[in-house]
Nanobody, 124 residues
């Protein structure tokens, strides 16, 4: 069964950093792209970044320079590091898998397998 599970969320002070993890099971990252998305209360889902099955990183303009996506093939896990966090970064963060050679954070509808999300709250 294909599954992705997010972890690493929590309460962070403004200006702080956080690393989210997306653990994949039932499939290999060698064949799937992984994307990171978030949704704040009352707002539409927003794409942040994705990493192709070849390891290529793609970032949305809204977060470019503040986030870094990476992966550990041995652990079958993708990470999203976020820096200079702001209160407006508060949201539920999701990762998702797409069986494709390319990905785009602007195309969430291409991603087939979604996790349950992890809450990130940026507040002092």
């Amino acid at each position: 069964q294909l599954r992705v599970v997010e972890s690493g969320g929590g309460l962070v002070q403004p200006g702080g950093s956080l690393r989210l993890s997306c653990a994949a099971s039932g499939f290999s990252l060698d064949y799937y792209a992984i994307g990171w998305f978030r949704q704040a209360p009352g707002k539409e889902r927003e794409g942040l970044s994705c990493i192709t099955r070849d390891g290529g990183a793609i970032y949305a303009d809204s977060v470019k320079g503040r986030v870094t996506i990476s992966r550990d093939l041995a652990k079958n896990t993708v990470y999203l590091e976020m820096n200079s966090l702001k209160p407006e970064d508060t949201a539920v963060y999701y990762c998702a898998a797409d069986y494709a050679s390319y990905c785009s954070p602007y195309a969430p509808f291409h991603f087939d397998y979604w996790g349950q999300g992890t809450q990130v709250t940026v507040s002092s």
